[in-house]
T-cell receptor, first 120, second 114 residues
Framework: AQKVTQAQTEISVVEKEDVTLDCVYE???????LFWYKQPPSGELVFLIR??????QNEISGRYSWNFQKSTSSFNFTITASQVVDSAVYFC?????????????????FGQGTILTVHP | DSGVTQTPKHLITATGQRVTLRCSPR?????VYWYQQSLDQGLQFLIQ???????AKGNILERFSAQQFPDLHSELNLSSLELGDSALYFC?????????????FGPGTRLTVL
C-alpha cells in the first residue's frame, strides 16, 4: 500500500527566511506521480506541482523549488524568502499509474500536511 | 479559481438526515473524484467516476453513495448522518482519470452535523 509521511506537523518562520517542507513516500510501483498542494486559510486546495517517478530533475518556480530523490523516497519542497502569504497547510500526495490489476485510476494518497506559519 | 465548482459551500444538518453535495468538473474533464477532509483522518479518497462509470472506490461508507451524470456533474449523497461525518468534502476533476493526471480541486463543502 502506498503511504506519504510529512513528519513536520507545524513550522513557524519569520518573513524572508527559507523553509523546507519534508515529504517521504512509500510505494511498490516503479511508475508513480508525486504532487504538492497548498491549502490556504480560505480552505481550497491549490495544485502546485506534479512530478513523475522517472524525472529526478529539481524544479524551480519563482520562490518555490522541489527536490526529488528516488534513493531516499523523498520529495521535499523549499520556499525561499518566505512571505506572510505563504502561510497555509501544505500537502504532499502520491498516485500510482496503475493498481495491482493494471487498471489506471487516479486515487491520491495524501500526507497529513504541514502547517506553515510565516510571521511578519 | 480551479474551474471546479461545488455547492453548497456550507451545510448544517442534524444526525440521521440525508444531504446531497454537488460538483461540476472543469470544462473538458471526464473524471470526478470525491475526498473527505477531517481532523482525525486527514484527506481521504472516497470514490472516483470516469465518464459516468465508477472507476475506483476508497474508504467510502455504505451510507454514502455517488454518481456522475451524463453532463458529467457529480453528486455525493450522505445518509443517516452521524456527528463523525462532519468534515470538509472536496470534489476534484481531471482530464482522463488515470494516475498520471493532475487533479484540480473545488472549494469544498463544509458539512456540520449537529
Amino acid at each position: 500500500a502506498q503511504k506519504v509521511t510529512q513528519a513536520q506537523t507545524e513550522i513557524s518562520v519569520v518573513e524572508k527566511e527559507d523553509v523546507t517542507l519534508d515529504c517521504v513516500y512509500e510505494t511498490r510501483d516503479t511508475t508513480y506521480y508525486l504532487f504538492w498542494y497548498k491549502q490556504p486559510p480560505s480552505g481550497e486546495l491549490v495544485f502546485l506541482i506534479r512530478r513523475n517517478s522517472f524525472d529526478e530533475q529539481n524544479e524551480i518556480s519563482g520562490r518555490y523549488s522541489w527536490n526529488f530523490q528516488k534513493s531516499t523516497s523523498s520529495f521535499n519542497f523549499t520556499i525561499t524568502a518566505s512571505q506572510v502569504v505563504d502561510s497555509a497547510v501544505y500537502f504532499c500526495a502520491l498516485s500510482e499509474a496503475r493498481d495491482a490489476g493494471g487498471t489506471s485510476y487516479g486515487k491520491l494518497t495524501f500526507g497529513q500536511g504541514t502547517i506553515l506559519t510565516v510571521h511578519p | 479559481d480551479s474551474g471546479v465548482t461545488q455547492t453548497p459551500k456550507h451545510l448544517i444538518t442534524a444526525t440521521g438526515q440525508r444531504v446531497t453535495l454537488r460538483c461540476s468538473p472543469r470544462s473538458g474533464d471526464l473524471s470526478v473524484y470525491w475526498y473527505q477532509q477531517s481532523l482525525d483522518q486527514g484527506l481521504q479518497f472516497l470514490i472516483q467516476y470516469y465518464n459516468g462509470e465508477e472507476r475506483a472506490k476508497g474508504n467510502i461508507l455504505e451510507r454514502f453513495s455517488a454518481q456522475q451524470f451524463p453532463d458529467l456533474h457529480s453528486e455525493l449523497n450522505l445518509s443517516s448522518l452521524e456527528l463523525g461525518d462532519s468534515a470538509l468534502y472536496f470534489c476534484a476533476s481531471s482530464v482522463a482519470g488515470g494516475g498520471t493526471d493532475t487533479q484540480y480541486f473545488g472549494p469544498g463543502t463544509r458539512l456540520t452535523v449537529l
